[in-house]
């Protein structure tokens, strides 16, 4: 058979649950969570855009590619880039991205053409017929990166979806996206091996109450400066808080993640699997030479039915929110270990990822496990490059500042 094409679809602030249950109804992706490879434990790197796509494109944990935050960093020029390897091995390749992915990061890197459309600027879903034109366009065998911002916030979605689901609108934006989808899936051709995933989840109020608790914690944050008094009740009251970025929670790592197409058989995979795997397991489906010293590893075993040794992700929160904090992280399937700068490690019990508890820390009860999984932490730590600037002119620097401040971020 010849080479397969790639469709990489990352939905921006999707979260595992969004298509893990039956509500909002997605029914365009689930026929391919249906057909292929369903990972129902994946794990994203960080939780915010830009570091979250370096590593799902390097296969490489922040420290290794060097993107650790949103700002003043830029890809390492020393590795190699799925988009890279691919048009190496005589794909075209084509990048529709959006938010802050833009070419500065050197995120995209390896694409022969990328479109970086403006986030808020363009009525949502308006480009899907440039998308279309660009697909038939294409000369076989292709890799194209489709990056859809519209399920990131202030969630959007077109007037007929709003009032179907609750929960401010997330759903109605999953949804209203899922049905845009429909016709990109039907204009692929057979031989597409399609990847479906989110870059981070995403933390949203259930209820109005909550809704209304969280506007009110941040309105108290600020007016009554708790951080300098109370600074126990800051803490709680930072803690409610809505997005991304922040935090490395369970809705925010857990994304979904399938892989189907040709040759592949339908399965669902319960063990855990991350962002950082995805360039290797690509490469092996499409042929191209293993990737060398990275930190991700091919999952076609498990898609294969067989198993592979347990290993931990490790995992970074870089956002705007922590102040220059950086929490970082290791999951297993049963204890996520995190450090938000140089604080104690705390240790949770996630249970095999059913009904986690994320909010007593058992880290003196189990000093073996937290032990384990901060040596892990370390090790990967130790990978860092010595950050010497972002690379970019000062120019470059003062777009991609503009970007973030027009995005909200800054
Ligand atoms: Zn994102």
Redesign the pocket.
Known sequence: MSAPNVFFLAV??LRADALHSTVPPTPNMDRYAGSGANFVQAVATT???TP??SSMLTGCYPPRHGVRGLQGYSLSSELKTMAEAFAEAGYGTHAEVT??LLPETGVLRGFAGANHRQAYRVPFFNWRADVLEKLAGFVDPWFLLLHI?EV?RPYRAPPDFEKRWDRSGYEAAIGATDGWLGPVFEALPDNTIVVIT???GEEYPETKLQHKMIRLARRARGTLKTGKWLPALDKRLAELTVG?GFALHEHLVRVPLIIAGPGINATEVQDQVRHVDLYPTLAELCDLPEPQAIDGRSVVPLMMGGTLPEEPAYMEAVGVKLEGDRIVGAREPDWKLLRRGSTRSELYRLNGSQAPDEKHDVATRHPEVAHRLETFVDEISATALEHTGSGMTSDEEALVEQHLRDLGYL
């Open positions: 921006d602030s939780t915010s855009t979250s796509f938010g802050p911002w990131h989110g870059d981070h991304h």
